[in-house]
């Protein structure tokens, strides 16, 4: 375990794509809310895998902008495996260190998921081993659009100079500017698309997609990803030092 962390060089922030959920359950022939259930184990799992290697952020898509589009059923079974990880996992997450943040339209959940999450959020607040950002009622488009938004207001009552407008003013207006780009992406059950999800932020993020599906997706599975991200070259633009 540790010869991993001394030989790896772990992203310090990793973003993933939880997807699979619903094809797990199928091959099983069981509702595709098990299937959900399923992820909400691996979501524990993974979280901890991730904090033993070093990794001190973790994103996970939990729910996008456009999961309200399936059936209420199945948005209330989500739902409710949230207020249940929120419930059951809150005392964990405090005595493992974990600073809980979200990102996302988070207004537009229902309660008591909303109300749940704000005390989580609140009370893990001074956590420093990791810090887990749940992606709720999140798209890359609102959070742009919203950034955009609150841009205009900010420029139309005279907080702010147009003129200066730059990267790293733009990004202060993102849903939570403190949490640095991700080094790594990694997207389960073998999906080639980014499904709308931190457009601004994954613009030179290693990207890393596995065939396994997301309740599958296991420790081993974290370190062959983080594996294949120490054989990438990262140049951001640039070109390497070794073709000067
Ligand atoms: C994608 O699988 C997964 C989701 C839309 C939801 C992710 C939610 C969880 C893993 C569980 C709850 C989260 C927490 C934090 C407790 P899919 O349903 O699109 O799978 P499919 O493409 O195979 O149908």
Redesign the pocket.
């Known amino acids: 375990m540790m010869s991993e962390k001394t030989q790896l060089n772990i992203p310090r922030h990793i973003a993933i794509i ?7 359950a199928k091959k099983r022939l069981h509702p ?1 809310t098990d ?2 259930r399923a ?2 184990d ?2 524990i799992r993974v979280t901890q895998a991730a904090r033993d290697l070093g990794v001190e952020y973790l994103t ?1 898509y ?2 996008s902008t456009e ?1 309200w589009k399936r059936p209420a059923e199945e948005v209330g079974a ?1 739902m409710s ?2 207020s249940h ?1 929120l419930d059951s996992k809150l005392e964990k997450l405090i005595n493992d260190g974990v600073r809980l943040k979200t990102i996302g339209r988070t207004g537009g959940l229902p309660e008591p998921v909303r109300s749940k999450l704000l005390n989580a959020v609140e009370k893990t607040r001074q956590n420093t081993a990791q810090t887990l950002v ?1 992606a709720l009622n999140y798209g890359g488009r609102a959070e742009l659009t919203d950034a955009a938004g609150k841009i205009a207001a900010d420029a139309a009552a005279g907080r702010l100079d147009p003129e200066k407008m730059d990267e790293t003013v733009f990004r202060q207006y993102l849903y939570d500017p403190e949490i640095p780009d991700p080094d790594l992406m990694i997207r389960t ?1 073998g999906e080639l698309r980014l499904s709308n999800f931190l457009l601004w932020q994954l613009a030179y993020t290693e990207l890393y997609v596995t065939d396994v599906l ?1 309740p599958d997706f296991d420790r081993n599975d974290l370190v062959c990803a983080i594996e294949q991200f120490n054989r990438r070259d990262r140049r951001f633009g640039a070109i390497n030092e070794s073709s000067l």
């Open positions: 939880m997807d699979g959920n619903g094809r797990w595709r299937g959900h992820g909400a691996a979501v996970l939990a729910f999961n989500l495996l949230l990880f749940l059950s997301w």
